[in-house]
C-alpha cells in the first residue's frame, strides 16, 4: 500500500505536521511505504497563479497519483481549511482521487472548530472522487503540545485516536486490496461468448 501525507499548513513548525508524522511513523511501523508532500514547499507563484505546468506542481500532482491512501492535514483557519490547501486542490485533476482512501487530520486553536473537517474539507476530497473518506481526527492546539526540547508532540488522547485510525485504514484497505485480487477480470461484453 502506498500513502501520500499532504501537510496543509504554511507554517514551517506546525501542529498540524506533527500530527500528520505521527500517524505516518505508525504507517512505517507497520511496514508501509509512506510518501510525504508539503504544500507549503511548493512555488507560491505557482499556486496562486495556478501554474499546472510548474515543476513543484507537477512532481506533487505525481505523488497524488502513485499514492493509494491519502493522508492529509491541515490546521483550521477562519472556520474552515487552510488557503494552502485550498489551492494546491485546485490544482488537481477533478478525479485526482479516484479510487484512493483518504484520512483527513485537522488541527484548531479550540475545539469549537472540529466540524470544519466535515462541513469544509470533506465535500473538497468527495468532490475529488475518493473512494472512502474515513472519520476524521481533530486536535486542538492543546492537544499537540510543545516539549521541552522545542518539538510538537500529540497528547495521549490523540495518540489512541491516531492508532485506531492507523487500524482502520490498514484493515480497510488491505481488505478491499484482498477483495480485488480474488475478482475475476472484466471482460467486455464484446467478448462474451454465447451459445444456446
Ligand atoms: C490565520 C489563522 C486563522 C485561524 N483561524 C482559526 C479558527 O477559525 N478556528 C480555530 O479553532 N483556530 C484557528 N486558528 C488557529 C490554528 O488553527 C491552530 O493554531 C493550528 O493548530 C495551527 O496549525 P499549524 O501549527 O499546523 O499551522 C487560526 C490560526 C491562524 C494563523
Excluded at 502506498?2 to 508524522?21: C, F, H, K, N, W
Excluded at 510548474?54 to 481549511?81: L, N
Amino acid at each position: 500500500m502506498s500513502v501520500l501525507l499532504i501537510a496543509g499548513s504554511p507554517s514551517d513548525r506546525s501542529r498540524t505536521a506533527a500530527v500528520l508524522e505521527a500517524v505516518g511513523q505508525r504507517l512505517e511501523l507497520r511496514g508501509q511505504q509512506v510518501d510525504r508532500l508539503r504544500v507549503r514547499d511548493l512555488s507560491p507563484q505557482a499556486l496562486l497563479l495556478a501554474d499546472f505546468g510548474h515543476p513543484t506542481v507537477s512532481r506533487a500532482v505525481g505523488q497524488v497519483a502513485r499514492a493509494e491512501v491519502i493522508v492529509v492535514a491541515t490546521p483550521v483557519y477562519k472556520a474552515a481549511y487552510s488557503g494552502v490547501l485550498k489551492v494546491f486542490l485546485d490544482l488537481l485533476a477533478q478525479d485526482a482521487f479516484k479510487g484512493k482512501t483518504v484520512l483527513p487530520l485537522a488541527t484548531g486553536g479550540s475545539p469549537h472548530h472540529m466540524l470544519a473537517l466535515d462541513y469544509a474539507l470533506r465535500p473538497v476530497l468527495q468532490s475529488l472522487g475518493a473512494k472512502q473518506i474515513l472519520s476524521g481526527i481533530y486536535a486542538t492546539d492543546a492537544q499537540v503540545p510543545l516539549t521541552p526540547e522545542g518539538a510538537y508532540q500529540v497528547a495521549p488522547d490523540i495518540a489512541a485516536r491516531l492508532d485506531e485510525a492507523v487500524n482502520t485504514l490498514l484493515r480497510d484497505t488491505l481488505q478491499v486490496q484482498q477483495t480485488n485480487a480474488g475478482r475475476f477480470a472484466d471482460v467486455p461484453f464484446s467478448q462474451v461468448l454465447c451459445s444456446v
